[in-house]
């Protein structure tokens, strides 16, 4: 089997980059430092260089899209988060809440399309009591028994701890809403709400929604439940380069601690420090840990999210470049050594940059046929955002690498056309 070393290696053009080469090409941890040297140099193709590099080692020419379809039941939401173009007052012009016949038909539609996953997403709704959460989840799944359910963001799951009225809160009290909500037929949680781990830009962008620790012990307690979960970074309204730069440090310490145990047994991360990016691999994917090596969840891949001014009360912000984005997507495929997937959300990143992302900036994933997505629109999109599996796969082709239709847990899809199965 053809390993990515016997390629030629990448070069750097900037001298003060050779370090941080070696380190990559040997598959050790780059330092916060390191991070921040990769955000200020002027050599954003060697930066790509190096994050395709680890991208190839880790997925060989194999580039993932799923055929999933996203709910967002309701933006009526009790907070007021500055950057969200989302959320609306009950009662404000656009809002809306789907009643749970309306969530068992998006559930139809979803199984009619041939979908293996349901991505649910909403505002923190001021009254919907919990049983109508749980009722929401069994109605997915009475109608789409094989579909996944992928629903609820951290700082949704610590809502519903609060008024879920166990008398408990804190970790006990989320611990029994996962466990609850895994009973009905949750499968995963989305990694969305972490936007950026740092107090002083919490409390200036989106303060009332939780803060780094609670984000983190919601995805900790999925995990110990082997609950799979992925992480995202909103970057580029308030905060700085340092700040994505220590987002990535903490969650791959996160993900250190989750998978100490699995990396102990399978030889990895003896001083405690797991990195799935080094050489000498037979491509693709030996190193990662699967299902039935790893009795945990953990997370499966991050998605920095750029953020999209328009229409949120950051308005005069510009959001980040189309470079900016690409660089960023490559330091975190960098620095996330423990994390298997980087996905290029082509809603937010668009799909022509997605694909220079896959081709160049260390993305192996350029997420799903969608079809309903509310939460952003890039350039007055509507909310009715589909791209077509065809579509997909063209991109993923021209972009030099193999299009792999892909379930919630990366496993392969045998499809034929709407019928499909776990190969
Ligand atoms: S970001 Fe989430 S929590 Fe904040 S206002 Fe928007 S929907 Fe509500």
């Known amino acids: ?17 050779a370090p941080i080469r070696e380190k990559v090409l040997r598959g050790s941890r780059l330092t916060i430092d390191d991070g921040l040297q990769l955000y200020g140099t002027h050599d954003l193709w060697s930066v790509c260089g190096l994050a395709d590099l680890v991208r190839r080692r880790m997925h060989g020419d194999v580039a993932y899209y799923n055929v999933n379809r996203h709910l967002n039941y309701t933006n009526v939401c009790a907070l007021s988060c500055h950057f969200c173009a989302f959320a609306r007052k009950r009662g404000d012009e656009g809002a ?23 991505h649910v997403v909403g505002g ?18 009475e109608v789409a028994p094989s579909i996944h359910i992928k629903a609820f963001t951290a700082v949704e799951i610590v809502h519903l701890a609060r008024i879920s009225k166990r008398g408990r809160d804190g970790a006990d009290g989320i611990r029994e809403v996962l466990q609850d909500l895994r009973g009905a037929g949750l499968g995963s949680l989305p990694g ?23 984000w983190m012990d919601v995805h900790r307690i999925a995990h110990e439940l082997g609950l799979h979960t992925n992480a995202t970074m909103l ?21 250190d ?14 001083d405690g420090i797991v990195v799935l990016t080094g050489p000498n691999e ?24 750029p953020f999209i001014p328009d229409d949120s009360t950051l308005e005069r912000l510009h959001g980040p470049s189309g470079l900016e984005n690409l660089r960023t997507i490559a330091i975190a495929r960098l620095m996330l ?3 298997p997937h980087m996905k290029a959300f082509w809603i937010m990143q668009t799909l022509p940059l997605s694909q220079l992302m896959l081709q160049m900036g260390g993305a192996d994933d350029i997420d799903g046929t969608v079809v309903w997505y509310d939460i952003t629109k890039v350039d007055g999109c509507g909310t009715h955002q589909e791209t077509g599996v065809e579509e997909l796969r063209r991109l993923i082709r021209e972009a030099g690498l193999r299009p792999q239709e892909r379930d919630t847990f990366y496993r392969p899809v045998h499809r034929d056309g709407a019928d499909w199965s776990i190969e």
């Open 1 to 17: 089997m053809k390993t990515i070393e016997s390629n030629p290696l990448p070069t750097v053009q900037d001298p003060d980059l």
């Open 96 to 118: 809306y809440e789907f009643t749970i016949e309306e969530v068992r038909a998006e559930a139809r539609k979803a199984v009619e399309s041939g979908a293996t996953e349901m």
């Open 124 to 141: 923190l709704h001021p009254w919907h009591p919990f049983d109508f959460y749980i009722d929401m989840v069994r109605a997915i799944r």
């Open 192 to 214: 969305g709400g972490a936007e950026v781990f740092d107090d002083r830009i919490h409390d200036e962008a989106f303060k009332g929604k939780i803060r780094a620790d609670a």
């Open 235 to 255: 970057y580029g309204h308030i905060e700085g380069r340092a700040e994505r730069v220590r987002h990535m440090a903490i969650l791959r310490s996160q993900q």
């Open 257 to 270: 601690e989750t998978l100490r145990d699995w990396a102990c047994s399978q030889g990895h991360g003896s």
């Open 282 to 305: 037979q491509y693709s994917g030996e190193r990662l840990p699967t299902m039935a090596s790893c009795k945990t969840g953990w997370y499966q891949a991050c998605i920095p999210l």
């Open 337 to 339: 050594d423990n994390i």
